[in-house]
């Protein structure tokens, strides 16, 4: 009797407040998608370091015609500087920290360099000779790039020697910043949310006071009496929150699998199975937001 009684007043406060609920439902989704987002990005930066961290590589470049690095006062790299610095990288004292290398001509990294600039017209001004040969190096730790820098930076015939790794911190700072942007929009919708909930609850109480009056008066319990008030937002967050839940999923699935897998097919995207991981922390996120609005907006405006 009493359940029935709790779903029949839940029922009747939804239909009595469509606008206001749907309302809820509208900022709840998008706060808590924005909530999401940053869960989302955080999963795909910390993928993305497991998968790039594994591939990135140490670059040697060597001396070629024009450079102006201190190691290539004698001109571009010599036979026998090259075979020096192939010989230092197989030294057990160094090789003890190589996965494997290989070298690129400059031939090969001109190759290379057309298939990135394909559509761009700086391809046409560029040759060979203007590309530096280097070393690449897979590092069995890649925290110990700076031992390999400091062996090879100052060797002759040594241009420079740059970390990928580097330039993958550049792109994690950038997801990061918009991460927390997610997380600082998220802050301000849930706030809006709260407040949209305890308005609707009070809306709701107002309109019903003469029923809570005469249930006070035959003596139902507190509990019994706000019940329905706080189910009533409850539901309305849940609702946004699943909305919320099946948005993410959509972009992982859709976006991420479908546009950007294609177009960048070396790079480990979140799958949308990862994304269902949030789902239930998103639900009961808004649960909680909708339920503690409810109390602290009933203790005031609904005396039991």
Known sequence: MRLAFILGEIGGGLRRNVSMVVSVILVTFVSLTFVGAAGMLQMQ??????????????????????????????????????????????????AQYIS????????????????????????????????????????????????ISETFSSQPGVETVIDQRQLLERLFSVMNGASLVAIVIAGIMIVCAILLIATTIRLSAFSRRRETGIMRL????????????????????????????????????????????????????????????????????????????SMLTLRRYLKV
């Not at 026998?80 to 030294?91: F, R």
């Not at 494997?100 to 031939?107: G, K, M, N």
């Not at 046409?124 to 530096?132: A, G, N, Y």
Request: glycine share 8%; proline share 6%.
């Open 45 to 94: 930066i910390s993928q993305m370091k497991g998968y790039w961290y594994d591939r990135v590589q140490v670059a040697i470049f060597l001396c070629g015609e024009g450079s102006t690095a201190p190691g290539c006062a004698s001109g571009p790299v010599t036979a026998d500087q090259q075979k020096a610095l192939s010989g230092l990288l197989e030294s057990p004292a160094v």
């Open 100 to 147: 494997d290398y290989h070298f690129e001509t400059q031939e090969e990294a001109y190759g290379h360099f057309k298939e990135q600039f394909a559509n761009s017209p700086i391809v046409d001004s560029v040759t060979p000779e203007q590309l530096p040969a280097s070393f690449r190096i897979n590092l069995k730790d890649p925290e110990k790039y700076q031992i």
């Open 218 to 293: 035959v003596g139902a319990s507190k509990l019994m009496i706000q019940l329905p008030f706080v189910l009533e937002g409850v539901i309305a967050a849940a609702v946004g929150a699943v909305l919320a839940a099946g948005t993410l999923w959509a972009v992982a699935r859709f976006f991420l699998g479908e546009v950007l897998a294609k177009q960048y097919p070396d790079t480990a995207f979140i799958s949308p199975s990862q994304t269902l991981v949030l789902a239930p922390l998103l639900i009961l996120l808004g649960a909680v937001l909708a339920g503690v609005s």
